[in-house]
């Protein structure tokens, strides 16, 4: 059959019709579907009020406007696709593809119809991403312009979402009272003004804000926000020791059956303004009516607990007290009072504890110490946790009129003249006191604090304790090493303060300098150090004395175990006075003389002399916190020594603990807190340059020798 050439070019016509047209409809489907899924998702959305809900079909709207930015992008509904994948990732929290989608769209098709809702968008996922500036920026803009109200109020609302958040309220409150007055519907006017009186109350500013909920009670609220406004609305009227007008508007709730559910938190509330009011009777009912009638566990832990605090704080009843903080505890776990209802009822049962003991002249030393201690831990017990001034006050008299020769009653008299002053005020007599210990005992280790709560440091009356010594001791020691004069004032410390806390390191100095800077090279410092800590075993500083010849070999003239049980008793003893044995066979290993295995502090493995920084540190980026499980004992401050190497910014880069605590968990924390430490690079400098150091320098820095001290926490001792 022949074809005439008007009739090929025809059908070839209607085919190419055919083929474009199908490929159109395919591309049109594709877009039709994805608005499809989008508006579902919008939809769903908006009526549940909550984010997240339609994600299902915001992700196939992504799945199908994908495809059409992709394989179409140069057809009509390319913006629309833009537009659909930039709100559906923002809505699944895509924020950053959100963000890109926005901008493609605001870039290349400024006249979109979409233009003003992608700018909002822009903002919202600028918002999501943390950048503020652009995103408050974006906002601002929007509301400043001559954009519809829709925008400007969804700007607005975003403004002051942000402000209170940040607790700027004044700031937010432009922006709500705009959306109140102008630019909001009925909803959103209430949503605002509730923002505005609840930034009010955040404020403590109870009056404004009672107005603010008072206002949205006019403004026809839903059950939620009348449940809101009247409960903030009764807690401000309480704050302001409006009582009954407060009870009132909590009574309003409590009637209303749509809040039956929430009974146990207003009569819970209710309570708590019979309490301010001075009503007892009536705040301990309610509290039992919600302990024995509340279906939440929460609420009846909260009641009970409160009922612990009426009968500890108000009626003074302690033991009734701690059956209700037990009851809190054992009511719920999960409770946001558990953990405080424990520390109290633990506290009132170390009332036991800590009962007074009565001394008489039989004494001993120890005992007077131990009952001294005991004292102090009573009314401090009062004074900080149990709340009874009164009390703790008594406590404290008892032990400084009673207990006069105790170490501990100087600290006592102190913390009494504390007491006084800032629970009566009497100045005077809280001063007296304080001339008391310097009067009474001059030479105890707590006259420092009484001269500086006196303001006498560095007066004449500054003289005659032990740290005072201690610290020319370590001046001599470390500015000059002027060994003799320190060890003057160490031999000092010993002979006159045997009951000082200073006692035990300035005998521990004392054989530390015999050891770094006589080195006698026989046996003796080994038996200084072992009879150092046979007599003071339980100390830190015997432990201390330990780690000194626990890893060093065997001093010369020292036999083994084994050699020693050989020997007669006259050769014994002439080897405990230090005295050597050529005649006894040692093996290889221990004929090599004493060594201890701890460098001296002030010299480094190649013998170079180190100087002391005496610095404080400009920057600490890791602050030292004291483990609250040793805060037993008398002991309240530990000096540990390090040798650091400081680079030339002035940042520690490596260091050494020389001299530890002797308590693990001190030296550990000490380090960390050490190697963040950064000093003024110019003061590290002219450090150098003053102690004739500059040819001690090495590639990464300096090295120096640094005392830091560890002091427990006035609140443990």
Known sequence: MRYTTRFVLLIMGVIALVVLTSGCSVYFNTFFNAKKAFNSAEKARKESKREGAGRNEYQKAIEKALKVAENHPNSKYYDDAIYVLGVSYYHTAQYAKAERRFRELLANYPNSKYTRDATIYLAKSKLALGDMDDALAAFAAVFDSGYDKEYKAEAARALGEHHHKEKEYSDARRYFVALRDSLGDGAAARNAQMFIADGYFEAFQFQDALSGYLQVLGMKPDKGEKYHALYQAGLCSIRLQRIDAGLAYLNQLAKDELYFDSLGILKLTMAEGYEYDGDLAQAEALYEDVMSTSEKKSWQAIAAYRLGLIYQIDYDQLSKAQEYYDKSVEIDKTSPVRSDAIVRSSDIGKLKTFARTHLDSTATPAAIETAANTQLLLAELYWSKLNKPDSAIAEMHYLVDSIET????????????????????????????????????????????????????????????AALYIDRAEDFLINGEEIDSARTYYQYVVDNFPESDHYLPARFALIWLRDNYEAPGDSSIYYAYKEFIDSFPDSEWSRTASRMIGGAVQPVGQPTSTQEEQLTDLEKDSIRHGDTRDDIERPPDTAVGYIDPMIALYRTPKGDTLVDLRLQPIETQIPFEFPPEFSTGTQNDWKLYFQLLIDFSGKVVDYNLKIPSGIEEIDKRARETVGSMTFDAMEVSNRVVDAGQTDKRTEEGYWFVYMYVVTKPEYLR
Do not use: C, W
């Open 406 to 465: 105790s170490y501990h009653t100087p600290q006592a008299i102190i913390m009494l003249s504390q007491m006084i002053r800032e629970h009566t005020g009497d100045n005077q007599a809280a001063d007296s006191m304080l001339q008391t210990v310097l009067q009474k005992y001059p030479h105890s280790d707590f006259v420092p604090e009484a001269l500086e709560a006196l303001g006498l440091e560095g007066t004449e009356a500054d003289s005659g304790y």
